[in-house]
């Protein structure tokens, strides 16, 4: 039988999906975030020996290495020979890079390895005449370094984790607390256990994403009245584009959809019928360490023929926390709100808010 409800139509909605990409510039990872970094040598500068003289101070940066993957810090800085006809060497270490850019003149690059290092530095004169003039690095910040270093080092370790199956799948439940007003109707709440099931697709390594949900009210455990019963299903599909301009440990996605939602009551007359209607759905993620990550959520659906209505529509949000469990599972626990409000063309108004506190499994 029709409901002889609140009826909103949807035919003027279809499933269309529309969003643009956004492309970041590629190359070296890196974060701009200077050290401190202080420089000394053994001997002072002398012309008679045929020293040198060396910045002070410099700043040292997280970045990739040349030569590998890796992060790590790298610490620049210029040595100025003393006397002419003199060149600067070191023993070969594979974190340490030396080029000359003046006839006296030359740039020193070393990957930072521990609090305090020695770069083992060799004058060689033109007749052949070796010095041994050793270099000392100094970062007085190094416990800071290290912390932030593995913060960037795990976040892409979660990404792997997260990237590696095409298909992910969880499922929960939660406890829900029900709200809804409807004009010529005493509110109605209640108390109620919801099954939420969810499924993402991702191709290793596409920023492409397609993901969808469905929640379900069971029967209320308590309700301020006995000869109502109120219950929702929602459901929805969503495409999205995962950001590659958002540095780590930070991810910020941007999806869009259809959004199903459907009122069941034992009162014929209270609720709305189905309704479908497009949906933003905007996330930004941070991962915790290499086993935990935390994601929010806002997801706004207009529902009427206006594509921003403040009578028509449904806002909701939510945060949740990844644990990444050590059978390779996770464990998501989540809370999410949400707030509906529906006007008909006469002078009924609908309105119902939903906060739920869930738990959530991931099936593979």
């Not at 270099?135 to 990237?163: H, N, Y």
Request: aromatic share 10%; glycine share 8%.
């Amino acid at each position: 039988m029709k409901r002889r409800g609140l009826s909103i139509g949807c035919g003027r909605w279809l499933a269309a999906v529309v969003l643009l990409g956004y492309c970041a510039q590629a190359g070296e990872l890196e974060l701009k975030i200077p050290f401190p970094i202080a420089i000394r040598q053994e001997n002072p500068p002398s012309r008679e020996n045929g020293g040198f003289k060396v910045d002070s101070s410099t700043t040292a940066v997280l970045q990739k290495g040349k030569d590998t993957e890796e992060l790590q810090y790298v610490a620049r800085f210029r040595v100025r020979l003393s006397r002419k006809k003199w060149s600067l060497a070191s023993l070969s270490l594979p974190n340490l890079r030396i080029r000359r850019v003046k006839p006296s003149e030359y740039e020193v690059e070393v990957g930072l390895t521990a609090e305090r290092m020695m770069i083992p530095a060799r004058l060689i004169s033109a007749g052949g005449e070796v010095r041994r003039e050793p270099i000392f690095i100094e970062a007085p910040r190094w416990a800071e370094m290290a912390k932030l270093r593995e913060i960037r080092v795990e976040a892409p370790v979660v990404a792997k984790q997260t990237e590696a199956p095409r298909w992910s799948s969880l499922v929960g439940l939660g406890l829900a607390s029900l709200e809804t007003t409807q004009t010529g109707y005493a509110r109605y709440s209640a108390k109620a256990l919801t099954f939420k099931a969810i499924g993402n697709y991702r191709r290793p390594g596409s920023r492409w994403l397609a993901s969808g949900n469905v929640f379900f009210n069971l029967p209320p455990l308590q309700s301020n009245q006995k000869d109502l019963s109120v219950r929702f299903l929602g459901a929805n599909l969503r495409y999205g584009y995962v950001f590659s301009s958002v540095p780590a440990p930070w991810a910020a996605a941007v999806s869009v959809g259809i959004n199903y939602a459907q009122i069941f009551s034992t009162d014929a007359d209270f609720g709305f019928t189905p309704t479908l209607y497009p949906q933003v759905y905007p996330t930004i993620s941070r991962a915790l360490g290499a086993h935990d990550s935390a994601t929010f959520y806002l997801k706004y659906v207009p529902l009427s023929s206006s594509l921003l209505s403040f009578t028509d529509r449904e806002i909701a949000f939510g945060l949740s926390w990844f644990r990444q469990l050590s059978n390779g599972h996770q464990l998501v626990p989540a809370v999410d709100y949400s707030n509906t409000l529906l006007s008909s063309k006469g002078d009924r108004q609908f309105r119902s808010i939903i906060l739920a506190l869930g738990v959530s499994y991931s099936l593979f």
